[in-house]
């Protein structure tokens, strides 16, 4: 029993992780009907650009305590950056073309920073410096680490300001007219491109504090890890349901759980047939399963009106 | 217009056969593959800077052969650590015209690179790869200076049995990875141990801590795994996180300065095996180390048997007289020599003689050797 405590436990971390990567793509798709494949690497970008720093301040002597706040704020500042100049270079042109043309360029955004961050850091792992004193906790026979608990208050607390910043803001008003009819939200004078530049700019703080997060969880960052990540982050927004941001949260957290229970028990499961390598096709299991049952998701899809 | 095709033709076809000219004229070219670039590059370069040293001494005491002055030219190739680059590489190398190859690294690149070379008659001989179908395969051109698995696994899994009867594995499902782990599996039960459990993750993975549960829930005294410092590291990470205590074990995959650098203070404790002697009980150690030290910085653990490799087969060219493989080949079998990694004899497959293994443990972020199995003087 406590196995499956404690797996499940791994998997609520996980998704957490997932709901937080998931919010990006959501909120994307729900303005603009874009799957946003280079959002993935940003998240890279954020994990990279915070251990580097976090390296570079510990190896000078600062204190952690000051140290942790600067790398993410530095991880945050260049995600922005990339997200918007993104959002500018490669979607905005093609604001008014068919479905299919910016989707492909999501995809070529997303080698282009994979490229860069090869090319930046080169193709070795880098290690998040043990800055953080793991501390082990007892609950009900499971463990807990601190560094769970921290990426579980992290994930709450930013993921709540994001629910007040779109439900109780004006900023966040306009993103939800935006995104349930740009047109019409345009007529009643929200500065749309405003509205959208800031969708990416919200998503990529988010995947910042996702990369930075995963870093120190998993203690290692490389310029490959953005891309499966993003694709089942994407999973878990449809799962949830697209353009919903409840959603995302819930979709997250589902196929964190069902992917740590399955990679856990997928050897009784099969008899030995299917090992525990085969962890990753959970998330594409689901998204095929979804696609197929319910395509709109468990708690449907919030995309813009066409009438 | 004719006449500057012709130039042009002229010029090409000279071009063309101009390398082989040169080659007869005293070049030899040797190969020298690994991976140069990606997680392992660090152990990759390591190869490289080993045979380097190697070739470069020797072409300083002006070698001849049959009369003629010769100097060796190593080429080296970037294999990342695949399977299918490294039969790309191995292609090409071939045909540059190489005479000979040090490498590969990885277990899983060597096997199918080697069925290149055999096809060309070009002997190889590696410096690292340990898993046992690299030598099985009854190809007259395979041969390596590590112990291979069956030794090393032996070794690992007699000393986790020490360390407790209940032991789990996990392999990266590689060659190298899952034919050492079965080896373990083989020495455990022997030994009177139990393998309480066996997963598996693959080798670019770094989330393990559904696994890690999963055998948590075992109970295990020890977990073995097979695969490399950049699954080890996290591994080992995340162990810690789970707040097991168990000891952690490993192959020589894992033995690297790397695995300390990127496990942090989670890596103390671990006990990694490698086939060899440690730097410092090699005949030749402390010499290499103030070789290498001047040129190339610190050694990562290939070194040493990289610059054995080419030594061993430039030694068998200079005893033939002949560049050769056709030649020489039959000289490299006969190897008797007294290298830095100690005394160099080949089996009938092409394995390592008398092959020893040591077990390092990490004491104060450093690795420190524990005790060594098997070796000549074991005899």
């Given at each position: 029993?406590?196995?499956?405590?404690?797996?499940?436990?791994?998997?609520?971390?996980?998704?957490?992780?997932?709901?937080?990567?998931?919010?990006?793509?959501?909120?994307?798709?729900?303005?603009?009907?874009?799957?946003?494949?280079?959002?993935?690497?940003?998240?890279?970008?954020?994990?990279?650009?915070?251990?580097?720093?976090?390296?570079?301040?510990?190896?000078?002597?600062?204190?952690?305590?000051?140290?942790?706040?600067?790398?993410?704020?530095?991880?945050?500042?260049?995600?922005?950056?990339?997200?918007?100049?993104?959002?500018?270079?490669?979607?905005?042109?093609?604001?008014?073309?068919?479905?299919?043309?910016?989707?492909?360029?999501?995809?070529?955004?997303?080698?282009?920073?994979?490229?860069?961050?090869?090319?930046?850091?080169?193709?070795?792992?880098?290690?998040?410096?043990?800055?953080?004193?793991?501390?082990?906790?007892?609950?009900?026979?499971?463990?807990?680490?601190?560094?769970?608990?921290?990426?579980?208050?992290?994930?709450?607390?930013?993921?709540?300001?994001?629910?007040?910043?779109?439900?109780?803001?004006?900023?966040?008003?306009?993103?939800?007219?935006?995104?349930?009819?740009?047109?019409?939200?345009?007529?009643?004078?929200?500065?749309?491109?405003?509205?959208?530049?800031?969708?990416?700019?919200?998503?990529?703080?988010?995947?910042?504090?996702?990369?930075?997060?995963?870093?120190?969880?998993?203690?290692?960052?490389?310029?490959?890890?953005?891309?499966l990540?993003?694709?089942k982050?994407?999973?878990?927004?449809?799962?949830?349901?697209?353009?919903?941001?409840?959603?995302?949260?819930?979709?997250?957290?589902?196929?964190?759980?069902i992917e740590s229970l399955g990679a856990g028990y997928i050897g009784d499961l099969t008899g030995g047939f299917l090992g525990s390598h085969y962890q990753d096709i959970f998330a594409f299991l689901i998204?095929?399963?979804?696609?197929?049952?319910?395509?709109?998701?468990?708690?449907?899809?919030?995309?813009?009106?066409?009438? | 217009?004719?006449?500057?095709?012709?130039?042009?033709?002229?010029?090409?076809?000279?071009?063309?056969?101009?390398?082989?000219?040169?080659?007869?004229?005293?070049?030899?070219?040797?190969?020298?593959?690994?991976?140069?670039?990606?997680?392992?590059?660090?152990?990759?370069?390591?190869?490289?800077?080993?045979?380097?040293?190697?070739?470069?001494?020797?072409?300083?005491?002006?070698?001849?052969?049959?009369?003629?002055?010769?100097?060796?030219?190593?080429?080296?190739?970037?294999?990342?650590?695949?399977?299918?680059?490294?039969?790309?590489?191995?292609?090409?190398?071939?045909?540059?015209?190489?005479?000979?190859?040090?490498?590969?690294?990885?277990?899983?690149?060597?096997?199918?690179?080697?069925?290149?070379?055999?096809?060309?008659?070009?002997?190889?001989?590696?410096?690292?790869?340990?898993?046992?179908?690299?030598?099985?395969?009854?190809?007259?051109?395979?041969?390596?200076?590590?112990?291979?698995?069956?030794?090393?696994?032996?070794?690992?899994?007699?000393?986790?049995?020490?360390?407790?009867?209940?032991?789990?594995?996990?392999?990266d499902r590689?060659?190298?990875?899952?034919?050492?782990?079965?080896?373990?599996?083989?020495?455990?039960?022997?030994?009177?141990?139990?393998?309480?459990?066996?997963e598996y993750t693959t080798?670019k993975s770094?989330d393990f801590?559904a696994i890690?549960?999963s055998?948590?829930?075992?109970?295990?005294?020890?977990?073995?795994?097979?695969?490399?410092?950049?699954?080890?590291?996290?591994?080992?990470?995340?162990?810690?996180?789970?707040?097991?205590?168990?000891?952690?074990?490993?192959?020589?995959?894992?033995?690297?300065?790397?695995?300390?650098?990127?496990?942090?203070?989670?890596?103390?404790?671990?006990?990694?095996?490698?086939?060899?002697?440690?730097?410092?009980?090699?005949?030749?150690?402390?010499?290499?180390?103030?070789?290498?030290?001047?040129?190339?910085?610190?050694?990562?653990?290939?070194?040493?048997?990289?610059?054995?490799?080419?030594?061993?087969?430039?030694?068998?060219?200079?005893?033939?007289?002949?560049?050769?493989?056709?030649?020489?080949?039959?000289?490299?079998?006969?190897?008797?020599?007294?290298?830095?990694?100690?005394?160099?004899?080949?089996?009938?497959?092409?394995?390592?003689?008398?092959?020893?293994?040591?077990?390092?443990?990490?004491?104060?972020?450093?690795?420190?050797?524990?005790?060594?199995?098997?070796?000549?003087?074991?005899?």
């Amino acid at each position: 029993m406590d196995v499956l405590l404690q797996q499940l436990i791994n998997g609520l971390i996980l998704g957490s992780l997932y709901a937080l990567v998931a919010l990006g793509y959501t909120m994307v798709y729900g303005i603009l009907e874009l799957i946003n494949f280079a959002h993935g690497e940003i998240v890279m970008v954020g994990a990279m650009v915070s251990v580097s720093v976090l390296a570079a301040l510990t190896a000078a002597g600062v204190p952690v305590a000051l140290a942790l706040p600067l790398a993410l704020a530095a991880a945050v500042v260049v995600c922005v950056v990339a997200g918007v100049l993104v959002e500018r270079v490669a979607y905005r042109p093609l604001r008014n073309a068919p479905r299919l043309a910016p989707l492909i360029t999501a995809i070529g955004v997303s080698i282009v920073l994979q490229n860069l961050a090869m090319i930046f850091w080169g193709r070795q792992y880098l290690s998040f410096p043990p800055v953080i004193e793991v501390q082990v906790y007892d609950v009900l026979g499971a463990t807990v680490s601190n560094i769970q608990i921290l990426i579980l208050i992290v994930a709450a607390l930013t993921m709540g300001g994001l629910l007040l910043l779109v439900n109780r803001t004006r900023l966040g008003r306009a993103m939800r007219a935006t995104a349930q009819n740009r047109e019409v939200a345009g007529l009643m004078g929200v500065d749309v491109n405003r509205v959208i530049a800031a969708t990416f700019i919200v998503g990529s703080a988010l995947a910042a504090v996702a990369g930075l997060l995963i870093a120190s969880y998993y203690g290692i960052a490389h310029y490959n890890m953005g891309f499966l990540l993003g694709l089942k982050a994407f999973s878990a927004a449809v799962l949830g349901g697209i353009g919903n941001i409840p959603g995302a949260l819930l979709g997250g957290l589902l196929l964190g759980v069902i992917e740590s229970l399955g990679a856990g028990y997928i050897g009784d499961l099969t008899g030995g047939f299917l090992g525990s390598h085969y962890q990753d096709i959970f998330a594409f299991l689901i998204l095929i399963l979804v696609l197929t049952f319910r395509p709109s998701g468990l708690l449907g899809e919030r995309v813009a009106d066409r009438a | 217009m004719t006449s500057k095709l012709l130039i042009a033709f002229v010029l090409g076809a000279a071009s063309w056969s101009m390398p082989t000219w040169l080659s007869a004229a005293g070049t030899i070219e040797i190969g020298c593959v690994a991976p140069l670039t990606g997680p392992q590059a660090h152990l990759g370069k390591d190869i490289e800077n080993g045979a380097r040293l190697a070739v470069d001494a020797i072409n300083a005491s002006t070698p001849t052969i049959g009369g003629q002055p010769v100097q060796f030219v190593l080429l080296v190739e970037d294999d990342q650590a695949d399977p299918k680059t490294a039969t790309v590489v191995a292609q090409k190398l071939v045909d540059e015209g190489v005479k000979g190859v040090v490498g590969h690294l990885n277990s899983g690149a060597s096997i199918p690179a080697s069925r290149i070379y055999a096809e060309n008659g070009v002997p190889q001989v590696s410096p690292a790869s340990t898993a046992v179908a690299y030598t099985n395969q009854g190809f007259d051109t395979t041969y390596r200076l590590m112990a291979n698995d069956s030794q090393q696994g032996k070794a690992l899994g007699q000393y986790a049995t020490r360390l407790g009867k209940r032991v789990a594995v996990v392999d990266d499902r590689t060659a190298y990875g899952q034919g050492l782990i079965d080896e373990v599996v083989k020495s455990v039960e022997a030994s009177g141990g139990k393998v309480v459990g066996r997963e598996y993750t693959t080798d670019k993975s770094t989330d393990f801590t559904a696994i890690l549960t999963s055998l948590k829930a075992k109970r295990p005294d020890v977990v073995v795994f097979g695969g490399m410092d950049p699954q080890a590291a996290p591994m080992v990470r995340q162990m810690r996180t789970l707040g097991m205590k168990t000891p952690f074990m490993g192959g020589d995959g894992m033995q690297s300065a790397e695995f300390i650098k990127l496990a942090g203070p989670a890596a103390e404790g671990a006990i990694g095996s490698s086939p060899g002697l440690p730097l410092e009980q090699m005949p030749g150690g402390a010499d290499f180390t103030k070789r290498f030290g001047e040129r190339f910085g610190k050694v990562q653990i290939y070194a040493p048997f990289s610059h054995d490799a080419a030594v061993v087969l430039i030694q068998a060219m200079l005893r033939a007289g002949s560049a050769e493989p056709k030649q020489y080949l039959p000289e490299l079998v006969k190897t008797q020599f007294d290298g830095v990694i100690g005394p160099i004899a080949f089996d009938a497959k092409g394995d390592l003689r008398d092959g020893p293994v040591t077990l390092y443990e990490v004491k104060g972020g450093q690795w420190q050797p524990v005790e060594t199995i098997g070796g000549p003087a074991a005899k």
